[in-house]
Every structure is written in C-alpha cells, then in structure tokens.
C-alpha cells in the first residue's frame, strides 16, 4: 500500500493549481512575499555540482519502471526597414558562435542559429541519435536504480505534502482573506536518473540533446494555431545576505519543434543583471528566438550566477538545474511553479495556450528627450489586468532610433494589445490576425513624447 506521502502526490496530479485564480498580494507583478520562508514549510531540492535532469516515457525495465511510474503517470529582403530581425532575410548571420566566457556555457549570442548536429528523421519526428550525449549515467551502478529514483520521488513527494499544507492553511482563512497561493513545486532532476543509469534511448539527456548547447533558428514555427507556451516572469527570492547583487546565466526552454536552446534570459556575465533590492528580484527576461510549441512537456535548463569581485573563479553558481514543464490537459491554466534551490529559489509565472500562434512585435521610437518608457503586450488569456501581460521593454529611451522586436504567443483570431507606460500616460495598439495595419492607435499626444511605430505579424513562419 502506498505511504501517505506517496497519496498526497498521487491525488494532487489531477487537482488543479490553486495558484491558478486566487487573488495575488503584490502590485507590481502579483509576487507575495516568500509564503514559505515564515512557515519553514517547502523543503528545498538539492543542488547537484552537474545540472539535474529529467525522463519522460515508461520503459521494459523491471526495476525503472516502478520507481518512474510512481513518480510519472505514463501517456501513450525587405523595403520596411525591418529585414535585420528576421534569420530568414539578406543580411542576417545564423552562425554566429557561441560566446566561449570559460564558465561552461554561462553566457551566449542571443538567437543565432546553429546549423548542423545529430538529429534524425523517425515517422516525421525530430528523433535523437544515441551516440552523442552528455548523461552521466554511465558513471553510476545499475545497482543504485531503485535508490536514486526512490530518494527522488520522496524528496518531490515532500515539496508536494508542504504545498499542500501551506493551501489548507490558506484556504482556511476564508474567502474575504487575500493571501496568495505558495508557488507549486516543479519536477527537478537529480544529477541522473533510472533511465539515465540504464543507459537508455528514453533518457532525458539523449531526448533532449541536452550536449547541444547551439541555439534554436529562429526560422522555425507553424502557422496553424497549435499549443504554445508563454512565460510571463521569472523572479529569484535569493538569500543573499547584502544588496545590490549581480546576476548572469541563461534560462532556455527545449520543445517539441527543436530540442535546442531557446532562451528567455541569456545574459554573460560582463552584461549580469543588478538586482537592488531582494523585495524587486524580478528578472528581466529577453524574446525567445521563436515561439515555443508544448505538446504535454518541455525541459527547462537553468545556470544561473551572483557575479563576485574579481574574476570568474569567486562567483558563486545559484542554480545548475534541468526541470520539467508537464502540462497535458491544463491547457489555458496560470501555473506559478518554484524552482527550489539551497541558495534561493526560481519562481516561474506561465501559461500553455491552446490554439495559439506566434505574434512578432516590432517597434521603433524616435525620441528628444530621455523619458522612461515601458511596453507591454496583453490578449486574451494572459491575466485579467492588461498592464500585467508579457514586459516588452523597461527602460530608458533616447535617441533617434530604438528598435526591438519581441515574440509572443497568441490565441488565434484574438486581438493583441500594445501598451506603451511613459510618464504616467498610457497608450494602446490594438492589432488583430488578417487585419493589416493596426486596428487601432492611439491619438496625437502621444507625439508631446516622441514618434513610436509599432508593428506585428502574425505566424510569419510554416515549418509543415
């Protein structure tokens, strides 16, 4: 009969998240404060000196397959100005290198296209050669299976058990009480796993060609609405005792279409991110190269790092980690998941949405005179406050251009909205798919402030 641990964990994969829809205490992104950190309640994964891992199908093996089943249920040239944003157009570079900084892949060229590797074509799909991978598993006894995947689950069924309490005692206080669900524990895997030891096909390293560090090419995406994954922020509660900190590394999802990096935060460590204070550890997060397509999962890669004094050798690794996004039917569902770590956790907002498409935002802005300027994009699923949608960009603007192009994901035949913050005056897009032009735009005020184009093309790419 299975422990009490082992029916909690068991009976929450078909709840849904509570997170999902209670109301959020924070203003400025719908953080809370740490629920966890005052109760002493979720219990924090262990980091590993390797990255963690993750596994996916059922397999023949006897022994693999009660632990992993346990753990997974198993499942059968241009005239507009714009051609230096598109890899499919004169003039762009798909083969820059990877940015060598000596620390074992902490920073890389944004969005360029490596070429080339070991993929092969099975009924259609990207399948993996086995011959290249990283997996570590060849250093561990077959012997240790069943322990190392046993001691995993436990550790998972933990963070869930603690979840859950952390809820009842929420959900407890009735519904006039406003404070927001604990992020729910993500599936992060140990430094190898059953399938890794086995030396088998189904091995998270080998489906996911975790080896290949290259960046996805951004030419690749569909034009018929499919499942898309769209990430609205990533926040960092770190324990470090003094402020400001730095912080670099990459985040980068590995999806169905192509199992190559695809980063939402990729910053070296002569550009890491200041972080003033620990209340505001919201990361900055860049444009995917492309959208992200979402079947039922995805791995995500993590390495993240505070930038010591002195040279690289000081800087302290914050996060070296490989997790899983397992959505299957919680299509349309806000998930606020947390990486857990022994030096701080990663907190994720994001949503699956079905029948999307990607959507290219492109602006250009003109201005005299230094203002601070925010823009944002808001459809339909991403939240119910628009100016809570994806941040495009945050900062200071001057000068005669600034260009930047953003890729979101979008529900198909759904208006995209563009919100334009600038000294406390807003201004909207509103753009629709098959309509040219926007549908509508804002009026001549916004011209005390500067001159601002906004442009979007909806699922510009087929890959079919």
């Known amino acids: 009969m299975a422990s009490t641990e082992e029916q909690v964990f068991l009976g929450s994969r078909n709840l849904p998240y509570p997170g999902a829809n209670h109301p959020d205490a924070c203003a400025d992104w719908d953080y809370p404060e740490d629920p966890g950190d005052g109760r002493k309640a979720v219990e924090a994964a262990e980091l590993h000196d390797q990255p963690a891992r993750m596994s996916t199908y059922s397999d023949p093996c006897e022994i693999a397959r009660r632990a992993l089943d346990l753990m997974f249920p198993r499942e059968e040239d ?105 992020p729910s524990p993500m599936k992060v895997f140990p430094e190898a796993t059953g399938l890794c030891i086995l030396g088998l096909r189904t091995c998270h390293h080998r489906v996911y060609r975790t080896h290949d560090t290259s960046t996805t090419p951004s030419t690749l995406g569909y034009r018929e609405p499919s499942h898309m994954l769209q990430i609205f922020s990533m926040r960092l509660s770190s324990f470090e005792p003094t402020y400001p900190i730095s912080v670099y590394g990459i985040f980068a999802i590995r999806d169905y279409l192509d199992r190559r990096r695809n980063y939402v935060f990729n910053r070296p460590r002569d550009d890491a991110v200041t972080i003033e204070k620990q209340d505001s550890f919201v990361v900055p997060l860049c444009s995917p190269c492309r959208g992200m397509y979402v079947s039922d999962k995805a791995l995500v890669e993590v390495d993240l790092w505070v930038k010591k004094e002195g040279d690289e050798s000081d800087d302290k690794q914050l996060f070296s980690a490989y997790a899983e996004i397992d959505v299957r039917a919680e299509a349309n569902v806000m998930f606020y998941t947390r990486i857990s770590g022994d030096n701080c956790n990663l907190d994720l907002k994001f949503k699956v949405l079905s029948e999307s498409v990607e959507a290219v935002i492109q602006v250009y802005a003109k201005v005299d005179h230094p203002h601070h300027v925010r823009f944002t994009a808001f459809s339909t699923g991403y939240d119910d406050y628009p100016h809570r949608g994806v941040v495009l960009f945050d900062d200071k603007l001057f000068g005669d251009k600034k260009m930047f192009q953003h890729i979101v994901a979008v529900k198909a035949n759904e208006e995209l909205h563009v919100y334009l913050e600038v000294n406390g005056s807003v201004f909207q897009w509103t753009f629709q798919d098959e309509h040219v032009g926007a549908v509508t735009s804002p009026d001549d005020s916004i011209f005390e402030y500067g001159q601002f184009f906004v442009r979007v093309i909806f699922a510009p790419k087929d890959c079919q």
């Open 78 to 182: 241009s005239d507009d100005g714009w051609s230096t944003w598109s890899a499919r157009e004169e003039g762009s570079d798909d083969d820059d290198d990877e940015v060598d900084d000596g620390q074992g892949g902490k920073g890389v060229d944004d969005c360029s296209a490596h070429e080339g590797g070991d993929y092969e074509e099975y009924d259609g799909n990207i399948q993996v050669v086995p011959a290249k991978t990283n997996c570590p598993g060849e250093l561990y006894p077959k012997s240790e299976v069943e322990a190392i995947d046993r001691k995993w689950a436990d550790r998972f069924f933990k963070q869930i058990v603690e979840h859950a309490k952390l809820c009842d005692e929420i959900m407890a206080l009735g519904d006039d009480d406003d404070t927001p669900f604990p």
